[in-house]
C-alpha cells in the first residue's frame, strides 16, 4: 500500500514463510561455519571456499587448548586419571555454553532483548550456569570419587566443572551480543568462538585446581 492506500503489489504468504525460512538456515549454518548461501547441491570448490577458513580458525582453537593443556603436563603425568577427565569438562562446557548461545541468539532474532537488559540477561545465564554447575559439579564428583576412591579428585573436578560452566554460561550469551555490537553477524561462527573458550577455561580451571589439590591427589 502507498501513502493513499492504493495497492503496489501482493506478496504471497508462501513466499513470506519461505523468506524466514531461509534466513534461519542461513543463521544456523553460520553458527557452524558454512557459508550463509551455501546450499545441498553446491559446488564442492564453493563448500570448500566456504568452510575451509572457518576450520583453520577451529584448529588454532584447538592448538590453544591443546597448548593450555600442555602447561600442565608434569601434573597429568603424575596423576594419568586426570587426562580422562578433560574430555568430561570440555563436553559439559560446550553444551551449557550451547544452551545459553541458542535463547541469546534467539531473542536477537526476534529483537526481544532491549539495550538496557543486556547485563540482566548475561547476569542471568551466568546464574542459570552456576546452578546447574552446582548439581553436575556434584554429580560428577560422586562419579570420581567413586571411580578412582580419592574424594579429593571428586572435589577437583566438581570445582573445575563448575567454574566451567559458569564462565560458559557467561561466554553463550555475552559472545552473539559482543558481535553483534561490533558491527559482525552475531551467527557468525558463534559456536567455534565459544567451543574455543569453554575448551581454554575449562581446561584451565579443572588443571588449576589438580595443581592446587596435588598433594593429596598424588598420596
Not at 548461501?37 to 587448548?65: C, G, M, Q, Y
Not at 591443546?66 to 569438562?89: D, N, Q, S, W
Not at 541468539?105 to 554447575?133: F, H, S, W, Y
Request: with cysteine; glycine share 10%.
Amino acid at each position: 500500500m502507498d501513502s493513499e492506500n492504493r495497492i503496489l503489489g501482493i506478496i504471497k504468504a508462501e513466499r513470506m514463510i519461505q523468506g524466514a525460512k531461509e534466513d534461519a538456515t542461513k543463521d544456523i549454518q553460520r553458527m557452524f561455519g558454512a557459508g550463509g548461501d551455501e546450499r545441498v547441491f553446491s559446488t564442492i570448490f564453493f563448500s570448500l571456499k566456504k568452510r575451509l577458513p572457518w576450520l583453520h580458525i577451529n584448529l588454532a582453537a584447538a592448538f590453544l587448548a591443546a597448548a593450555v593443556v600442555a602447561l600442565f603436563e608434569g601434573i597429568i603425568a603424575k596423576l594419568t586419571i586426570l587426562a580422562v577427565f578433560l574430555p568430561v569438562v570440555a563436553g559439559q562446557g560446550g553444551n551449557a555454553g550451547a544452551q545459553s548461545l541458542a535463547v541469546v541468539m534467539r531473542g536477537i532474532v526476534m529483537r526481544k532483548i532491549p539495550k538496557d537488559k543486556i547485563l540482566q540477561l548475561v547476569l542471568k545465564e551466568g546464574k542459570i550456569r552456576a546452578i546447574n554447575g552446582i548439581v553436575i559439579g556434584s554429580v560428577t564428583a560422586l562419579v570420581a570419587w567413586l571411580w578412582y576412591g580419592n574424594p579429593c579428585l571428586g572435589l577437583v573436578i566438581g570445582l573445575g566443572m563448575l567454574v566451567n560452566l559458569i564462565f560458559a554460561g557467561l561466554a553463550g550469551a555475552s559472545i552473539p551480543l559482543i558481535m553483534k555490537k561490533i558491527g559482525i553477524d552475531p551467527a557468525q561462527s558463534s559456536s567455534i568462538i565459544l567451543t574455543t573458550v569453554t575448551n581454554v577455561l575449562g581446561f584451565l580451571a579443572f588443571l588449576v585446581f589438580a595443581v592446587m589439590f596435588q598433594n593429596v591427589l598424588i598420596a
